[in-house]
């Protein structure tokens, strides 16, 4: 994954003011996403109501299963840029605890659940490939997505490193009924817009510095945590602050870190 860059810290008195007063009332709690359930197809019978969401687009079939795009209204489209990582990384822990393997199609994803399925689609040279994502990252503000060695071959981004890319969540669907009568639908798939969110506000190679931010932060009244992360041998220790159950609402604590004086913030998913 990206490393991250240690930014100077900028702590003013007028930047404590605005936060405090901005972000008052931010109070967060967990909510946890809804497992994955399977529909069975039984004759007679009409799929539950949470999984009649009709597929409007081309399918993807992944080890004899297909796969659709989500329609916007309940889905996930990003543009961005995508980065990848490999050796360094091939064969340590991810954030879901799997086993990171370069040879998979994985990815690393900052805010969308564990497991999500996207069809990622280089903008460039119109590649495509599909993805799972078990992993937190890339650790850079303005990059959108860390690939597998893997994918990233398969998109043709190796020698470049980066891509311009489109990410779409994908669900999986069953079809119900034979012959003319058979409808598919999508099988319930997760809440995109809601999760446990931080803003980064810094990453450091000395742990006195991400302390003596994190204190500041908490003297702001709001709460903020160290976690450490290792890249190429060296630990670093960021720096985040807890953003709320929401998108929306962990976009707006971004955006106001950022006017006060945290340009590099942005939004992680637990």
């Not at 990582?85 to 690393?108: I, L, P, Q, V």
């Not at 302390?211 to 500041?216: C, G, I, T």
């Amino acid at each position: 994954m990206t490393s991250p860059q240690p930014p100077t810290i900028r702590i003013r008195l007028a930047a404590s003011f605005l936060i405090a007063m901005l972000l008052a009332g931010c109070a967060p709690k967990i909510i946890r996403s809804t497992p994955h359930r399977t529909v069975l197809t039984v004759p007679g019978k009409q799929p539950p109501p949470d999984a009649l969401v009709h597929p409007t687009q081309r399918p993807y079939n992944i080890a004899g299963k297909s796969y659709y795009p989500i329609p916007s209204a309940k889905g996930y489209t990003e543009a961005g840029v995508a980065s990848w990582y490999g050796h360094d990384f091939h064969g340590r822990k991810t954030s879901n605890g799997e086993t990171y393997n370069m040879y998979d199609w994985t990815a690393a994803h900052k805010t969308l659940p564990m497991n999500t399925t996207l069809l990622v689609k280089n903008l460039d040279n119109g590649r495509e490939a599909v993805v799972r994502v078990n992993d937190r990252g890339p650790f850079a503000k303005g990059r959108l997505i860390d690939v597998s060695y893997n994918v990233a071959r398969q998109l043709e981004i190796i020698k470049n490193g980066t891509a311009r890319v489109r990410l779409t969540a994908l669900a999986e669907a069953v079809s119900h009924g034979s012959g003319s009568k058979t409808i598919t639908r999508l099988l319930p798939f997760q809440d995109f817009s809601h999760g446990e969110y931080f803003v980064q506000v810094g990453a450091f190679s000395d742990k006195t510095n991400s302390k003596r931010l994190q204190d500041q932060i908490s003297r702001w009244g709001k709460n903020a945590v160290t976690v450490t992360h290792e890249y190429g041998g060296q630990l670093f220790y960021r720096v985040q602050v807890q953003a709320g159950t929401s998108m929306d609402e962990a976009k707006r604590m971004e955006r106001v870190l950022a006017e006060a004086g945290f340009p590099e913030a942005f939004v992680l998913a637990r």
